[in-house]
């Protein structure tokens, strides 16, 4: 069997196996003991496929053993469903499972094991036991959810995405690199937006009910707000098992900002084995403190500035997130404030007008809300709309050549 | 309870899609992309293991889709509802496809022309650059507006600098000036007078003789006649191409 195969498959032995080892320690020490050695077995196997190398990089040094070492597709989401059960059996919030199926099934479930959302033990335990077969109302439900999110990842992110790359081609024109950050920034969103909804109406329609990953993220009215509706799973994930078990917010100024940062820097790693990706963490961690400790209380700004602020501290966060390496943020950054326009970025801004104005339609919660209204209530539209929506996606993925895989680093 | 129709339906389509994926017989090339089509993969276990027969299984089904010619119509009315002048490497101008040029980089053709001047002395051989113009550099007026688009005359000056260059869009824009067609309007090779042109562009250099075709009069075409010699493999020596061309023809 292939390594990256048999290394996830030995976490998930190991991981079941110490569930049910944990509860029966009499111990707290002893349980102690069980969960740190999953814990570091875990993470050991994330941090060798996922950072060996750039650790490694760091110093300077290149091993023999990582040449060729390609990442397990969907590691970071496997291992932190792992870890979280582990740390759900020792806190006692949840019983641990007696069943190597269930179990195996609950890390391997396919619709959301190589792009989330993470899910907690606890939300499958009830439907992995007493799974019902799905109703018609549930079939319908999830297929209606997986065609949305088809539709979100073809029509909407595949084609932003190739506006991105096209758009960013473009150097030394400020008009094309704002154009391009808007573009990646609506890309990023209905891909990963994408591939949630199509695992939560895979899920559905396999009788599994999967927790919401988005919620409106570019409406935000501050980084706050952004990360309790972006990748909601995620941020959760954070919170419960490290920003909180390390204190929170509750041990004063100081700790609190050590506790964010920590938290930050790993979010940025989780994201990619990079620079960059530490940057774009240390980012949300800068505009967190500030937020909490500068502005919070002292400054009341009006909410649609407050959103449009938001939205700038994410799309360069976005710029760093996207680009390869420092230097590369660098030139990124010099072609946003270049401040000079050539006559090339009006064919491209008629080019991808049409497309970014569709991205940006989708982006405002009143439109896909109403949406989601008018369909609920007329069934025959709902019907119309999303067959032509499977048309439109199949015949996309049958011409366009542009299909990119955002998570490979994930 | 109310019937999943959605669900129905979906799958409905998606499985009569595999069906006749797999039973009818598939498609060698698409005439309206202009291009081979993916066939069906081997199975290997190394492909398998190494992936390349997922990537190849993927490039298949979009490929033989069944009704794939609807599917890309589909597509192409959803770019142009879009307002996409451009798919891929190819802008849609008025009434023209024009792949594009703007990839072109001055310090390349430099590199590329001083090569062959390398090559010239090195064999003391005189070397001619052909450098054929896009039809981008012919039909600027048919390209969409402001579109991404290299400096042809300034690449072909910089070539000029480095080699001796045949001098081939002066000949191409006399033949548009004469209304000639020189470009296909679908793709990027040219026509028979684009063709024609560049002879007369690269025949002098050559010492090749123009002349009459007999057929259609008023087109000049060319003779061997005076043409340099090249070495025959069949004779084994420096001859005409054409008593090269008999020699090798009659054994």
Known sequence: MHARCRCLRRCCCLTGGLGVLIPRQKSKGGRRAALLFGLICDFGALVFYKYAGFLLGIFGAESALLSGLSLPLGISFFIFQAAGYLIDVYRKETQPEKSPVAFGTFLFLFPQLIAGPIVRYGDLQEALHHRRRPDGQALESGAALFIAGLAAKVLLANPLGEAFEQLRAVPGDMACAWLSLCAYTMQIYFDFMGYSVMAMGLGRMLGFSFPRNFNHPYAAVSITDFWRRWHMTLSGWFRDYVYIPLGGSRRGRGRTAIHLLIVWGLTGLWHGADWNFVLWGLWYFLLLSAEKFVLSGHIRLPLPLRRVLTLLGVMLGWALFVSPGLSGFGSYLSDLFCFRISSASLFWFREFAGILLLGAVFCIPPVTDGLKGLLRRRAWLRLALLLAALLLSLASLAKASYNPFLYFRF | ?251
């Open chain 2, 1 to 251: 309870m109310k019937k999943p129709m959605l669900f129905f339906l979906m799958m409905g389509l998606l499985l009569a899609l595999a069906v006749c994926q797999t039973a009818l017989p598939g498609r060698e090339i698409s005439e309206m992309e202009n291009r081979m089509l993916a066939e069906r993969p081997a199975f290997t276990a190394s492909g398998f293991l190494s992936g390349s027969f997922s990537q190849q299984t993927e490039r298949f089904a979009a490929d033989q889709l069944p009704l794939r010619d609807g599917f890309v119509s589909l597509y192409s009315a959803m770019q142009g509802l879009l307002g996409r002048r451009s798919v891929g490497d190819t802008l849609v101008g008025d009434g023209m496809l024009f792949n594009r040029s703007d990839g072109f980089s001055e310090r390349n053709v430099r590199m590329n022309a001083a090569a062959l001047r390398a090559l010239s002395e090195k064999t003391g051989k005189p070397v001619y650059l052909l450098a054929v113009p896009s039809a981008a550099a012919v039909y600027p007026e048919k390209m969409p507006a402001h579109a991404p688009a290299a400096d042809e005359a300034a690449l072909l000056a910089a070539a000029e600098e480095e080699n001796a260059l045949l001098p081939l869009l002066p000949s191409l824009l006399a033949g548009k000036e004469r209304g000639e067609p020189l470009f296909y309007a679908t793709d990027h090779h040219w026509t028979a007078f684009g063709a024609r042109s560049a002879m007369n562009a690269s025949a002098g250099p050559w010492g090749w003789m123009p002349g009459k075709c007999r057929r259609c009069k008023g087109i000049r075409a060319f003779t061997a006649a005076s043409m340099p010699a090249i070495p025959c493999p069949g004779l084994g020596r420096m001859i005409s191409p054409a008593r090269c061309l008999r020699a090798c023809a009659s054994g």
